[in-house]
Structure formats: C-alpha cells, structure tokens
C-alpha cells in the first residue's frame, strides 16, 4: 500500500510537469475563440454608391428568379451585385448541400470586394455550418451581413463572438415582383435596408398598447428569432443580452412553445438584466381544440418579466410580417415607451 501511494504521487507529479510543459510549448499557442464581452460593437462601413453587395442563401433553398427583383431594385440604389454560386442549388429544402452552402457564404466573407452579405432568405439550415465558418478574414474587415429569421443564428454568432454589428431585416425573397404596384409598408420596409446599409438614422414607432411598461433604455440592440435564440443557448453561438435591448420574434408556433422558449429565456438568464424589451410580430397556430393553452403572448411575456422594471413593448414592427423594419444588431439604440405609444431611434 505505501508502494502504491508513492506511484501515484510520482504520477500526478508527472501530469503536472507535463501540463506545465505543454503550456509553454508553441502547439498550445492555439486556442478557442474568446467570446466578444464589450458592450459596444464594431460597425461595418457603411455602403457607397457602386459597392458590391454579395447574395448567398445559407439556409433554404431559392431559385435564381425569385431574387431577381431584389437584384434589379439594389442595382437601383447604386450598388453592384454578386450572385452567390449556390444559388439555385437544391439539397431537399436547403439552398444546396451543407458544403456548398458554407463555401458559398466563406467566400463571401472573405471577399474583400463585397461590402455587404445580403441572405436571400431564411428556412433552415445556418445552425448546420456555423462551425465550419472561418471569421478569420471577417474580423479584420467586417461587413454588413443581412437577413431574419434562421439568419438569427448568424447575427447571435456574430455579435457574441466577434462584436461586429448586423442588420436584421427582410430578405431577397420579401422584395415585391412589381416595385411600382408595392403598397406603402412594403416600400417603407425595403427602404430601410438601404438606409441601414448607407448610415442612415433609423427612426420607428408603435401604438400604445395596455401591456406595455413605460420607461427609456439606451443601449444597443440584439435579438431576432425567438426559436433560434432558445435553440443557440449553451451554445458557442448563445446571444449576450446583458444590458442590451432585446428584440425577440416568431411565427408558427404554438403558444405553449412560446411559454416554454420564455422560460428558457428567463432561466438562461437573458432577461435579468436587459436595459429593455422589444416584442415584435408572433404569428402564431391556432390552439387545438380541447387543449387550449388559456395564456396570450401578452400575458407570457409579462409573467416572465413582472420582477424587472426596464420598459417593455409589444407588437413592435419587426418580425415575419409585411411591416417588418430593418434593426441594425449591436447599435446603440434609444427605446422610450410611453402613454401614447412607443419609438426606437438608432444613432
């Protein structure tokens, strides 16, 4: 027995010069990723006139005609275009195979021509080969990336690791066929992509609603997809919202889902200590009859954040709906929710 106790000895003594060996060596130079933890993001610089926007679909698939109406109406704000080479491509309901999506979106990138990365729409898919990105060259010279929905995963990435800000908003797949026969929201909607995506202030409101909770927060802007945002949590790509403004939306899903990706909100701890919350567009199913949840969106949310007294709003223009504003993700941002309704101004 003391024979044993002194080989072990020597052997937990010999892991500890190893480990220390190790540290010092040229192959432990390499290390993980060291999540971004300032409050302020880096801004891309913002486009002008003949500079090239790159269109990839990293998600579901989309035809090359389908993004055509955005292509002629971008070229029409002055800007070059680059259609990505999965475009078109077909993997079941993927814009091409997890391989060719990544290349497509890394050569994107990496691509120092490119001043902005426009998704072509959203479906499914980004989680699948948000590993196999290399930001290497991103973060050195950063560029607007664009898109809602499952782009979600990107702007959470993103902004958590790297501190770059992201435009949320509508995709090719939203920008109408006919630019002459859009009506009003359509137009307001598309147009603040280009005055994200040039600099300009972006100034929104929203009606007053009973629920909201008065107040003012200025902090910068983070969120999107509320099934995404649960989903990434744990996860290298799991969005900080520590004093930020989140802005959270979905659609079809049931209201328990809703409840129960709530729960995981306030569990994780991304709603303790927001500066303020923005609730956006829900579009959601139908209960089945006979198992009715009993709760509305309204009141999962306030169950949820009745300990806390950052202001909150509801039904915010942002969302899978026609009035769905572009939010630059990271910005520094002025909510002020009051009696008669509330407003978000960028700075």
């Known amino acids: 027995m003391q024979q044993y106790k002194m080989d072990r000895k020597r052997f937990i003594s010999s892991l500890v010069t190893a480990g220390a060996a190790l540290s010092t060596s040229k192959a432990w130079a390499i290390t993980p990723e060291i999540p971004y933890a300032g409050t302020h993001h880096k801004i891309p610089p913002y486009l002008q006139p003949g500079d090239t926007i790159g269109i990839t679909s990293p998600s579901g698939y989309i035809s090359l005609a389908d993004i055509m109406p955005s292509v002629q109406l971008m070229k029409s704000w002055g800007f070059k275009i680059e259609i990505g080479d999965n475009t078109g491509k ?189 609730i956006g567009g829900f579009q959601l199913k139908p209960d089945i009859e006979g198992e009715e949840f009993g709760r509305t969106i309204y009141d999962i949310v306030t169950e949820k954040v009745k300990e806390y007294s950052y202001p909150v709003c509801f039904d915010f223009p942002v969302g899978h709906q026609k009035n769905n504003f572009a939010l630059k993700c990271g910005v520094q941002h002025t909510l002020e929710v009051g009696a008669e309704g509330s407003t978000l101004k960028s700075m």
């Open 90 to 278: 077909k993997d079941f309901i993927y814009g091409g195979t997890d391989e060719e999506r990544a290349a497509d979106l890394q050569q994107m990138l990496d691509n120092s021509e490119i001043k902005a990365i426009m998704c072509a729409r959203g479906g499914y898919g980004l989680v699948r080969i948000i590993d196999r990105l290399n930001f290497r060259h991103f973060k050195k010279n950063p560029k607007w990336v664009i898109g809602f929905s499952d782009i979600t995963a990107l702007h959470c990435h993103i902004n958590r690791n790297f501190g770059i800000a992201t435009i949320h908003s509508k995709m090719c797949n939203s920008f109408p066929d006919d630019w002459t026969k859009a009506d009003p929201i359509q137009v307001a909607t598309i147009q603040s992509i280009r005055q994200a995506l040039v600099g300009e202030s972006l100034d929104y409101s929203s009606p007053a609603v009973v629920q909201n909770r008065t107040g003012k927060a200025e902090a910068p802007i983070v969120g999107g997809n509320l099934s995404l945002i649960a989903t990434l949590s744990g996860t290298p790509s799991d969005l900080d919202t520590d004093g930020k403004i989140l802005f959270i939306e979905d659609t079809h899903e049931y209201l328990y889902n809703i409840d129960r990706m709530f729960w995981n909100l306030k569990q994780s701890g991304k709603l303790s200590r927001l500066a303020g919350l923005i």
